[in-house]
């Protein structure tokens, strides 16, 4: 390279001048800079003693920074008394601190991009890893960067015992754990956007601020649901395909910035995943790089929600692409839709996936744009229950392809006597028995709850 990289040295001064004579705009300057945002190693030092002296509750003058450096051996470091007593010189009557602050961390900015494109280049010339490698490290200090993330050392680390820790807070129990990334899956009308828009309805009404990024939706669409569901006016923010600008990822630095602002850390809904993956979904790559955007505003604060669909087959049921989207999550839960006609009326959240310990199914009844939980197990419409339960009690030991063919003979969908099947069974309302050439075979079990049937 014969150009030198990206570097304001004279700002940099003014900057630490500004701190030494604590004017307006110091406190911001020790609290949103770090070390390496300095260009040179006698800013960085000068900097890092600075907000040593900070962090122990000692005015900050030119006397304090030069014993401390004198202290630990490093004032000829950093050019001897000479410099640091010529700091201010030069010094502009009136300060525009912030504009010098937004200016250094630019310059810092790009500085780290280059340093992380070197690295890159130097990975791929050295043979350091294949493709996927290589990029998901690229991705993550990309990440980093966007983040205002600067790479410090280890040694800087706080520990863990040191970070305020209260116990796991739920924002919606059991399912929306604070701080976590919650992915929710299901077909097509399955009701996975009512029900989160439903959550982030309750949860913004508690006072927590909530976005929603929204590729997939027309306006149309998004505006009939938040009128079906009751959302108050300016109570959720809505970023969609339709506005101005369009929505960014999630990870973007306005998005960031705006969690890191936010008192109350906001939840944000991603709907859904195959409007912001760049790239296919069953492969690696792109699977990884969006679940690591998401990982970074969970990292920010965020309490995060992203929608994906189902897949047809029995190894694709719970979600479709690649096994990150799972590796990635903290939580996962399948909605289905039991309602009959797929209109909502009764919806099934089963959990395939917690680090928090959520085990149990759940299930909703939507009516008239709310969702409460019933005390019985009731999952599909009452009529197709009774059918599909006289089905099974007058054929015990049905296999699978059994049942779905006399449930589509009585006029029921192949996927609704499968879900039957599901729910009964997570609800230990039927039971399984393993039947010749490796088939299952299924039977009803009468239950009751105070008198009533449970299903």
């Not at 800079?33 to 040593?52: G, K, P, Q, Y």
């Not at 009844?365 to 009529?383: I, M, Q, W």
Request: glycine letters at 8%.
């Amino acid at each position: 390279m014969d150009k030198p990289l990206p570097a304001s040295p004279e700002i940099e001064r003014l900057v630490l001048a500004a701190i030494l004579v604590d004017s307006p705009g110091a406190t911001a300057a020790l609290e949103s800079l770090h070390a390496v945002d300095f260009s040179t190693e006698w800013n960085r030092r000068i900097f890092s003693c600075m907000r040593a002296l900070a962090a122990s509750g000692a005015a900050i003058d030119r006397m304090t920074v030069v014993e401390d450096l004198q202290k630990h051996g490093k004032l000829e470091s950093v050019g001897g008394l000479s410099y640091l007593v010529g700091l201010d010189d030069g010094m502009p009557p009136v300060l525009h601190v912030d504009g010098w602050l937004k200016l250094l961390r630019e310059k810092a900015k790009l500085r780290r991009l280059a340093d992380v494109g070197q690295h890159a280049v130097n990975r791929v010339l050295a043979g350091q890893g294949d493709a996927a490698e290589i990029l998901a490290d690229l991705t993550e200090r990309l990440g980093a960067i966007s983040t205002n993330g600067t790479g410090g050392r280890v040694a800087d680390l706080e520990d863990i015992y040191a970070v305020d820790f209260s116990g796991v807070r739920y924002l919606v129990e059991p399912t929306l754990p604070e701080g976590a990334l919650v992915a929710i899956t299901g077909d097509a009308e399955s009701g996975k956007s009512s029900l989160c828009t439903a959550w982030l309805r309750d949860i913004a009404a508690a006072g927590r601020p909530c976005l929603i990024l929204d590729r997939d939706n027309p306006y149309q669409v998004v505006r009939d649901r938040c009128e079906r569901l009751g959302v108050p006016e300016n109570s959720i923010k809505v970023w969609g395909a339709w506005a101005k600008e369009y929505p960014p990822q999630p990870d973007s630095s306005r998005i960031v910035e705006w969690i890191r602002a936010c008192k109350s850390k906001p939840a944000v809904m991603v709907d859904s995943l195959s409007g912001f993956i760049e790239g296919d979904e069953n492969d690696s790559e792109p699977m990884l790089a969006l679940m690591l955007r998401l990982r970074r505003i969970t990292g920010a604060g965020a309490t995060v929600v992203i929608l994906h669909n189902t897949g047809k087959g029995d190894t694709t049921r719970d979600f479709r692409g690649h096994s990150s989207f799972k590796d990635k999550a903290d939580e996962c839960f399948v909605v289905t839709n039991m309602g009959a006609d797929r209109l909502l009326d009764k919806v099934h959240v089963r959990p395939f996936k917690s680090r928090f310990g959520c085990a149990e199914s759940l299930l909703y009844r939507y009516d008239d744009g709310k969702f409460t939980r019933p005390h019985g197990n009731l999952a599909v419409s009452e009529a197709v229950t009774q059918t599909l339960k006289s089905i099974l009690a007058d054929n015990p030991g049905a296999h699978l392809r059994r049942f779905q063919s006399l449930a589509m003979a009585a006029g029921i969908g192949r996927d609704k006597a499968r879900d039957f099947l599901h729910v009964g069974i997570e609800f230990k309302e039927i039971r399984v028995e393993a039947g010749p050439r490796n088939t299952q075979r299924y039977f009803l079990i009468e239950s009751t709850q105070n008198g009533k049937p449970l299903f």
